[in-house]
């Protein structure tokens, strides 16, 4: 099969779908693998590294739509990808559809085959292309929370961690799955009051296991709003399989926030979780509301693409090989459930009724 990864053109977007290595598998498996020129080149990834093991390069987006049957690239399709898609592509991607209506009538009225990074699911309900990013996501917001909170970010000036003489900072985490369970550990480990809700007892014993600095609770409305009111970071990270974020935080929680506080939103990919969220981009990260510091950035993971480029790659490499191997990928159950959209017609239950 032809395979084509095409360059991100997400606002400083810099991942890269695969890399070198991952393409040498495909091209011994015998494939003919396609790259725009320069699509590697802010994850670190030269062009003449993916030449070297037998990939073409592409000297533009036009070029590389127009020679692929299977698109393999990081974000969902925004508006000049979206003019080169055509019907006969297989489109494997994060698409991310729930809060983007108009997005997915554009692949709708296109007729490709869209199968979602989120939405391929094993048989254990494990989301193994989703929980790379997760985790890369979850770490980055704990950084992000902790720079925004200095006083010339227009935070309020708190250390999270303290140190004798001083109080530590409180950073709440709403969910406990890869993205919250790793803003909840690096938090921990920076040694402030970390409280983590999530329904499932087994990830809030894991979360207690975490340390005596960590508070594990069910999310009652009447303890979020209560941890939130005083917490001086809050990072978003519920999840609903495919389907959009329900809003756990309510604009009247953040209004009783103390002013400089700072919340995170991972959550943002799918609408967002809480009831101020926007999504922003890298190039404007940050908008204030009731004078807390929100941070909506809808890729994340982007900020560190040679890092991320490398978990996606190694993650997704597998179902690529299902894919470009034929019809057969069907049969293949985790994929199956990966498709969101089909010949026109929406095929994830989740999806259903979006437009």
């Keep these: 099969m032809r395979i084509g990864i095409p360059s991100e053109t997400k606002t400083l977007e810099g991942r890269v779908a695969l890399v070198p290595a991952a393409c040498a598998d495909l091209v011994r498996r015998g494939h003919e693998v396609y790259i725009q020129s320069g699509a590697g080149r802010k994850s670190c990834f030269r062009d003449e590294e993916y030449?070297?093991?037998?990939?073409?390069?592409?000297?533009?987006?036009?070029?590389?739509?127009?020679?692929?049957?299977?698109?393999?690239?990081?974000?969902e399709p925004i508006a000049g990808d979206l003019a080169l898609l055509q019907k006969h592509h297989l489109l494997f991607c994060y698409l991310h559809l729930a809060p983007e209506p108009e997005l997915t009538k554009r692949l709708l009225a296109i007729g490709l085959t869209g199968v979602a990074f989120e939405s391929v699911e094993e048989a254990d309900g494990g989301l193994p292309l989703l929980a790379p990013m997760s985790i890369i996501a979850g770490r980055i917001a704990v950084q992000i929370g902790t720079h925004l909170l200095h006083q010339p970010a227009g935070?309020?000036?708190?250390?999270?961690?303290?140190?004798?003489?001083?109080?530590?900072?409180?950073?709440?985490?709403?969910?406990?799955?890869?993205?919250?369970?790793?803003?909840?550990?690096?938090?921990?480990?920076?040694?402030?009051?970390?409280?983590?809700?999530?329904?499932?007892?087994?990830?809030?014993?894991?979360?207690?296991?975490?340390?005596?600095?960590?508070?594990?609770?069910?999310?009652?409305?009447?303890?979020?709003?209560?941890?939130?009111?005083?917490?001086?970071?809050?990072?978003?990270?519920?999840?609903?399989?495919?389907?959009?974020?329900?809003?756990?935080?309510?604009?009247?929680?953040?209004?009783?926030?103390?002013?400089?506080?700072?919340?995170?939103?991972?959550?943002?990919?799918?609408?967002?979780?809480?009831?101020?969220?926007?999504?922003?981009?890298?190039?404007?990260?940050?908008?204030?509301?009731?004078?807390?510091?929100?941070?909506?950035?809808?890729?994340?993971?982007?900020?560190?693409?040679?890092?991320?480029?490398?978990?996606?790659?190694?993650?997704?490499?597998?179902?690529?090989?299902?894919?470009?191997?034929?019809?057969?990928?069907?049969?293949h159950e985790p994929l199956r459930r990966g498709i969101n959209v089909e010949a026109g017609a929406i095929v994830h239950p989740a999806l259903k009724g979006l437009v």
Excluded at 168 to 176: E, H
Excluded at 177 to 190: F, K, T, W, Y
Excluded at 236 to 246: E, H, Y
Excluded at 279 to 290: E, G, H, L
Aim: glycine share 10%; with cysteine; aromatic share 6%.
């Design 51 to 75: 030449t070297r093991v037998g990939v073409h390069v592409a000297a533009d987006a036009a070029a590389l739509y127009a020679a692929a049957e299977l698109i393999v690239k990081v974000k």
């Design 155 to 331: 935070g309020k000036g708190k250390l999270l961690g303290g140190l004798p003489s001083t109080e530590r900072g409180k950073v709440v985490v709403l969910g406990a799955g890869a993205a919250g369970g790793n803003s909840a550990a690096l938090a921990a480990a920076g040694g402030a009051n970390v409280v983590v809700f999530d329904k499932r007892p087994d990830r809030l014993a894991q979360m207690m296991a975490l340390g005596s600095n960590v508070t594990a609770l069910y999310p009652y409305e009447e303890y979020v709003a209560r941890e939130v009111r005083d917490a001086d970071l809050v990072i978003g990270a519920v999840l609903i399989p495919s389907a959009k974020a329900p809003h756990v935080v309510t604009r009247a929680m953040v209004a009783s926030m103390e002013q400089g506080s700072v919340m995170v939103d991972i959550s943002i990919d799918q609408g967002g979780c809480f009831e101020t969220s926007k999504p922003t981009t890298y190039a404007d990260p940050t908008y204030i509301v009731d004078g807390v510091t929100h941070f909506a950035v809808t890729n994340m993971p982007g900020a560190v693409p040679q890092t991320s480029s490398q978990a996606i790659s190694a993650a997704i490499l597998p179902y690529v090989q299902r894919l470009a191997a034929g019809k057969t990928w069907r049969e």
